[in-house]
């Protein structure tokens, strides 16, 4: 895990990219933000990268593939797994089936979009927090 690496956020809803936007930038957070909308586009970028990315936060409900099938491309591709790239998922669609699906494809969070800004930023926060905090098998310093 790259902690200066760049965040990589997937989400299709606009007013949530923006909030999401503001939300890091009032953060002042150092990651480099990276936005895709969907989640074959996102997987094309991480593996061709050579940048290791800090985090995924990942909507559920994507066009193209959704974040569940996103997350078990990356599960299954070896180089992309060996990175340890914490994956969470951020998204207003909460469902036992979806959150046991995600948790057996080994996602490191599950978080409900919060309904204001400052709860909001409180997630955001503790996320980038925990994960700056926490220590991995290829930790870059």
């Known amino acids: 895990m790259n902690k200066e690496g760049p965040v990589i956020i997937i989400e299709d809803d ?5 909030l999401l936007s503001d ?6 957070y ?10 074959i586009d996102a997987f ?3 593996e061709k990268t050579k940048e290791r990315p800090f985090l995924i936060l990942s909507d559920i409900n994507l066009p193209k593939i959704t974040g569940l099938e996103l997350r078990e491309k990356i599960h299954n591709n070896e180089d992309l797994r060996l990175k340890c790239i914490p ?9 036992q089936k979806n959150v046991i699906h995600a948790y057996s494809k080994s996602v ?5 979009k919060p309904s204001t800004i400052d709860d909001l ?9 925990y994960w700056k ?3 991995s098998p290829n930790v870059i310093t």
């Open 14 to 18: 606009e007013d949530d990219l923006e």
């Open 23 to 28: 939300v890091f930038r009032e953060l002042n």
């Open 30 to 39: 150092t990651n480099e933000i990276r936005f895709f909308d969907n989640g």
């Open 44 to 46: 094309n970028f991480l």
């Open 87 to 95: 994956y969470i998922f951020f998204t207003t669609a909460v469902d």
């Open 108 to 112: 490191q969070g599950f978080f409900t």
């Open 121 to 129: 930023k409180r997630v955001i926060r503790n996320i980038m927090e």
């Open 133 to 135: 905090d926490c220590h």
